[in-house]
C-alpha cells in the first residue's frame, strides 16, 4: 500500500514546492502589480500597476520595431537610401511607455533624418564621428519632446546606405 502512495506523495510534495518557490522567485515588477489588488494600496504606488524604479537601476534599451529608411535625393531623383535601426534608453520601467508613443516616435524621428539628410548629413562620410553625433543628439532632443526626460541617449544599432 504505501509503495503504491509514495509516488503520489513525491508528485504532490515537487508540486507544492514547484509553485512556493515559483511565487517566492517571480519578478518585483508582479509582486508591485498585486500589492493594491491585495488590499494594500499604498500612497506612493505606482500608477497604472507599473513598479516603480529603485535608485541606481539599470538603464532599458527599447528597440523600434521596424527600420527607418531615408530616402536621399540627388538632382530631383532617390540617388541613394539610407536604413537605420534604433533603440531608445529609458529609465528603467518605462519601456510600455516607449512602446504606447512609438507612432509618435516614430514620425518625430523621421522627421529629424529628414532634416538631416536634407542637410548633407548622409552625403560623403556619412558616419563620421561628427555626423552620427550630431544625429544622435538630434534624435535624442525628439525623443525628449516625445518621452519627456524619460529617454537617456539614443542608440544607432544599424545603419547602412545603398547607392543607385
Do not use: C, W
Amino acid at each position: 500500500m504505501i509503495r503504491k502512495l509514495l509516488p503520489v506523495f513525491l508528485a504532490i510534495l515537487g508540486l507544492g514546492l514547484g509553485v512556493g518557490g515559483g511565487y517566492l522567485l517571480r519578478p518585483k515588477a508582479e509582486i508591485a502589480a498585486e500589492a493594491p489588488a491585495a488590499g494594500e494600496g499604498h500612497a506612493s504606488a505606482p500608477a497604472e500597476g507599473a513598479a516603480a524604479p529603485a535608485e541606481g537601476e539599470a538603464p532599458e534599451y527599447v528597440k523600434l520595431a521596424n527600420q527607418f529608411v531615408v530616402p536621399l535625393i540627388t538632382a530631383g531623383k532617390v540617388g541613394s537610401m539610407v536604413i537605420l535601426s534604433l533603440s531608445v534608453e529609458v529609465q528603467a520601467g518605462q519601456t510600455a511607455e516607449v512602446y504606447a508613443k512609438e507612432p509618435k516616435l516614430r514620425d518625430t524621428f523621421l522627421q529629424v533624418m529628414f532634416d538631416h539628410a536634407n542637410a548633407g548629413g548622409f552625403d560623403g562620410p556619412f558616419t563620421d564621428s561628427a555626423n552620427m553625433i550630431a544625429l544622435r543628439k538630434a534624435l535624442l532632443e525628439a525623443a525628449q519632446r516625445t518621452l519627456g526626460d524619460k529617454a537617456l541617449d539614443i542608440l544607432i544599432t544599424d545603419i547602412v546606405r545603398q547607392d543607385t
